[in-house]
């Protein structure tokens, strides 16, 4: 897991695509042309969690090293470190694959 020197704030975390395979299962090679974005990814970053009504703070249920599902155009795409990454709020999140 790569370290980065961004906190995100609130409900947001980092993260980073996880590319999918180049074959199919029948051993056809995809061009990327015609590939699509990977909807899977690996979270780098969370930020500390939303306040509620009262202001207390609610933590996040996800963490750093999570690997997650995320919606085909959820998130804000940034470019940190030299690594293309989306930062998106917790409420973008499908679900963690376990």
Not at 37 to 44: A, S, T
């Amino acid at each position: 897991m790569a370290k980065i020197k961004f906190r995100p704030l609130h409900d947001r975390v980092v993260v980073r695509r996880i590319e999918a395979d180049e074959k199919t299962k029948g051993g056809i090679i995809i061009p990327d042309s015609v590939k699509e974005k990977p909807q899977e990814g690996e979270i780098l970053a969370v930020g500390p969690g939303a306040r509620d009504e009262a202001g207390k703070l609610t933590p996040l249920d996800v963490k750093a090293g999570d690997r997650i599902l995320f919606g085909k155009w959820s998130g804000t795409e940034v470019k940190l470190d030299g690594q293309d990454l989306l930062i998106m709020k917790e409420s973008d999140i499908m679900g963690v694959i376990a």
